[in-house]
């Protein structure tokens, strides 16, 4: 167990008032935490890279911080036009 | 040792800050104000992580693809955010441009529709 693990575990627990405001309020609302629940995980990825000593696993965060960015874009741009 | 401590104190400060950035999301109730809680986890905590990796690791391929990570984060948060203020604002007034009666200094007044 070292402090990166450790960490890893605290930030799982930080998900959890992400998944509560994921199912609360309206679409943008929802939104917004899932764009923050990317967010950690990208974090997350980076603290397992580092805690499993695996420098090849950080491309999954670089991927990760990508994604969330497109995938967010495409939840505005269908929320503000066509839902 | 020392650089044990100081990685442990980062590592605590990236979490810690996460952790209030995601309270605020169920806490504060105006979306926009959740808005800008999305910022200081895309800055401040991710460089608290790339300090930590930095200490931990020197000038590797950890530490080249964490900055990566930071400039993307950095960069693209700000545009995602302002994707989604302006499509709340849609949602909520019909139109992202302001309301004439709102009186934002500079800013060009949208469609007289929205009267």
């Known amino acids: 167990m070292n402090a990166w693990l450790m960490g890893a575990d605290v930030l799982l627990f930080t998900l959890v008032p992400c998944g509560i405001a994921v199912f609360r309020g309206n679409a943008i609302e929802r939104l917004v935490a899932l764009e923050m629940a990317g967010i950690v995980q990208t974090i997350l990825l980076v603290f397992l890279a580092e805690a499993f000593h695996r420098p090849s696993t950080y491309d999954l965060a670089l991927a990760m911080a990508l994604l969330t960015f497109g995938g967010g874009l495409v939840f505005a741009r269908f929320l503000e036009r066509w839902l | 040792m020392v650089a044990n401590i100081a990685i442990a104190v980062l590592l605590a400060l990236c979490v810690l800050s996460t952790a209030i950035c995601c309270l605020a999301l169920i806490l504060v109730k105006d979306v926009f104000n959740r808005m800008h809680y999305l910022a200081p986890v895309t800055s401040f905590s991710v460089l608290a992580l790339l300090?930590?990796?930095?200490?931990?690791?020197?000038?590797?391929?950890?530490?080249?693809?964490?900055?990566?990570?930071?400039?993307v984060l950095f960069l693209v948060n700000?545009?995602?955010?302002?994707?989604?203020?302006?499509?709340?604002?849609?949602?909520?007034?019909?139109?992202?441009?302001?309301?004439?009666?709102e009186h934002i200094l500079g800013a060009p007044h949208g469609p007289s529709s929205q009267l």
């Open chain 2, 51 to 71: 300090a930590a990796v930095a200490l931990q690791n020197g000038w590797s391929q950890g530490t080249i693809k964490t900055i990566l990570i930071l400039l």
């Open chain 2, 78 to 101: 700000a545009v995602l955010t302002h994707a989604t203020a302006r499509a709340a604002r849609v949602r909520q007034f019909g139109h992202w441009l302001p309301h004439p009666k």
